[in-house]
């Protein structure tokens, strides 16, 4: 049987698709490694004791004991949390402070002063909070710690628990790539196929 010259364009297309998956899968593995080395930082600061005075969140002091002054609490929100107890509920949330991270994207820094079962706004004019600072995505929040307000305390915060699912992606990626590298092929056969029936009819 004659082999059919392959379509150039479809498979120019095929072939391109494929190795942007297979380029995304790579990439989402250095991602990977660098959040197993970023989660490593977090727990070697997290080991550290001394409380630091801080304005506004910074990386470097995430996941560190840290004080902050928290005036004119704004911006309040009731959101799902834990307790120390591992029971779920509400951990009130107030803006804390705000300052420019790029060009007009502000980076917000809140505080979670503590836990209760109900969403209803505690009664808290702000001040000090001290506690464990954690990276929230473009911000930070401080975990108060003792908890403020007549509140019970919030969970601990654990670096480990920051998600790495990069891995997972990756995998995704190469799926993809290899999918449609096989539904292309049997996609040609079936061409072929098709060909070599209609010269035969």
Known sequence: ???????????????????????????????????????????????????VEIKTGREDFAYRRIRMECDNPRGWQAVAGRNRRG??????????????????????????????????????????????LVKMGIGFKVIADPALAGLEPLAKPDPNDLPNNHIAYAGQWFFFAITALVIYFLALRSRTARVSRSKSA
């Open 1 to 51: 049987m004659t082999l059919k010259p392959l379509p150039i364009i479809p498979t120019i297309l095929v072939l391109a698709a494929a190795a942007t998956m297979v380029a995304l899968g790579i990439w989402q593995i250095g991602r990977a490694e660098e959040k197993a080395e970023l989660i490593a930082q977090f727990e070697a600061q997290s080991a550290r004791d001394e409380v």
């Open 87 to 132: 029971q779920t509920g509400f951990a009130h949330r107030y803006l804390c402070a705000v300052q420019p991270f790029f060009d007009d994207l502000p980076e917000h820094t809140y505080a979670d002063i503590g836990w209760s079962q109900s969403p209803q706004q505690p009664v808290f004019d702000g001040g000090v909070v001290e506690g464990v």
